[in-house]
Nanobody
Framework: VQLQASGGGLVQAGGSLRLSCAAS????????MGWFRQAPGKEREFVAG????????YYADSVKGRFTISRDNAKNTVYLQMNSLKPEDTAVYYC?????????????????WGQGTLVTVSS
């Protein structure tokens, strides 16, 4: 499976963006999917995840109530809807896939990574 993230851009604080992560190579319906982000000078951090069983979701506290992760297995795509964006959300956002059934917040648990898409939130 190869992952291609898109949808990043420049937005003002309070605005919205929707990121997409398209998977190719094989159906990704059995993968748990995650979104991570990395701001300049900081470590990569977990943002949100969604299981392939039951579509359960989990969010970092910093984005809870503002971001929504979803997936469309028929389209091999996972989305991250980001609302009420803040300057501190500025980062490169990565999608990742894990063949396991649980949502991990540790980036080391994920087997596959997309190339990242830059989100810049201006104040």
């Amino acid at each position: 499976v190869q992952l291609q993230a898109s949808g990043g851009g420049l937005v003002q604080a309070g605005g919205s963006l929707r990121l997409s992560c398209a998977a190719s190579g094989r159906p990704f319906g059995s993968y748990t999917m995650g979104w991570f982000r990395q701001a300049p000078g900081k470590e990569r951090e977990f943002v949100a995840g969604i299981r392939w069983i039951g579509f359960n979701t989990y969010y970092a506290d910093s984005v809870k109530g503002r971001f929504t992760i979803s997936r469309d297995n028929a389209k091999n795509t996972v989305y991250l809807q980001m609302n009420s964006l803040k300057p501190e959300d500025t980062a490169v956002y990565y999608c990742a896939a894990d063949a396991g059934r649980y949502i991990y917040t540790d980036s080391g648990e994920y087997d596959l990574w997309g190339q990242g898409t830059l989100v810049t939130v201006s104040s």
